[in-house]
């Protein structure tokens, strides 16, 4: 009877050990050929200019954290990534009993395509990528103050990493 129950839970163990293996795991979409990734600067729709650069350097940065392709200049790409700021919009959220803006929220929306360059096709193109951050500019109960720069720090990192989930992996 005790090698039974042994036996058992064993076998229960090991079925448990196969199902942890069963999750999603995220796969390359990208054909095989392409190995190298230029991508060009941000253009800017909007009136806030320079974040067009801190974008297109936090995309970089991100694609090089990532490994999976080489960053090159254009004409050695196998791909080539564009992107558009289309939309930044800062408004308050909340104010003070003196009707004094404790926080905004910034929300930067992009439109990228990725083309492929030994094809001559584009692999994808999305528009609307979007991502926001909400921030405190007056001290209240312990919240960090931050600044307009510090929250679009926030969304360009939050942008790159969309950008490039979505040329490796296909989703995000």
């Known amino acids: 009877m005790n090698r039974k129950l042994i036996l058992n839970a064993g076998l229960i163990g090991i079925l448990a050990l196969g199902l942890l293996g069963c999750g999603k795991t995220p796969m390359s979409v990208l054909p095989t050929y392409i190995k190298k990734i230029a991508v060009n600067n941000f253009s800017?729709?909007?009136?806030?200019?320079?974040?067009?650069?801190?974008?297109?350097?936090?995309?970089?940065?991100?694609?090089?954290?990532?490994?999976?392709?080489?960053?090159?200049?254009?004409?050695e790409a196998d791909a080539l990534l564009t992107g558009v700021i289309v939309r930044y919009s800062l408004e308050p959220v909340s104010y003070d009993a003196q009707s004094v803006?404790?926080?905004?929220k910034l929300y930067i929306g992009i439109d990228v395509t990725l083309q492929d360059q030994v094809q001559g096709t584009t692999m994808w193109t999305e528009s609307n990528i979007h991502e926001d951050y909400t921030y405190y500019v007056t001290a209240k109960?312990?919240?960090?103050?931050?600044?307009e720069n510090d929250a679009q720090e926030a969304v360009t990192d939050l942008l790159s990493r969309d950008v490039v989930k979505r040329t490796v992996v296909g989703w995000w």
């Open 141 to 147: 109960a312990g919240q960090l103050v931050e600044t």
């Open 44 to 75: 800017n729709n909007t009136v806030h200019y320079g974040i067009e650069d801190k974008l297109t350097k936090k995309v970089i940065e991100e694609f090089l954290r990532d490994g999976r392709l080489e960053i090159v200049k254009a004409e």
């Open 101 to 104: 803006i404790e926080q905004y």
